[in-house]
């Protein structure tokens, strides 16, 4: 992402540990040249000609997914469509990497606020397909764009 928000990104995933990794943003691609994906302003679909020219790392050939899981997460992510943002929840991964004693109020925070980072909308649309992307324990939602750039690396 460029701008301010993409440097605030950086930022954040520098204090969850990610380092200053080069992918700040996730999204769905719905089909049809459509995306969803979370913005400040909140959840929306959007075409993605809009990425034309940017660097983006496709998850296709890294999950074995059938037809019907696959339009279970456009199904999911076209659910959410208008979910709020919020970079609170940046602090909150932070808190939750340096293991800071607020992290029950936080993760109950998270999981109850109804928003969404880029990388918590990606993560929950998988989840609600059925289909668990990290099986490392985290809490979910506790995704960055860096998580899921790894998660799908080459």
Partial sequence: MAGQVGRLIRIGQWLNGNGFADFEHAFVYVGGGELVEAEPGGARLGPLTEYDGRPIRWSTG????????????????????????????????????????????????????????????????????????????????????ADLANLIRP
């Fill in 62 to 145: 890294r999950f074995q997914l059938t037809e019907e899981q696959r339009q279970a997460v456009v199904t999911a992510a076209r659910g959410y469509l208008g979910v709020p943002y919020s970079s609170a929840d940046y602090f909150a991964l932070a808190a939750h990497h340096f293991h800071l004693p607020v992290g029950v109020l936080i993760k109950a925070y998270v999981a109850d606020s109804k928003h969404m980072i880029c990388s918590q909308l990606v993560d929950q649309c998988y989840r609600d397909a059925g289909i668990q992307l990290f099986r490392d324990g985290r809490w979910p939602g506790y995704v960055t764009p």
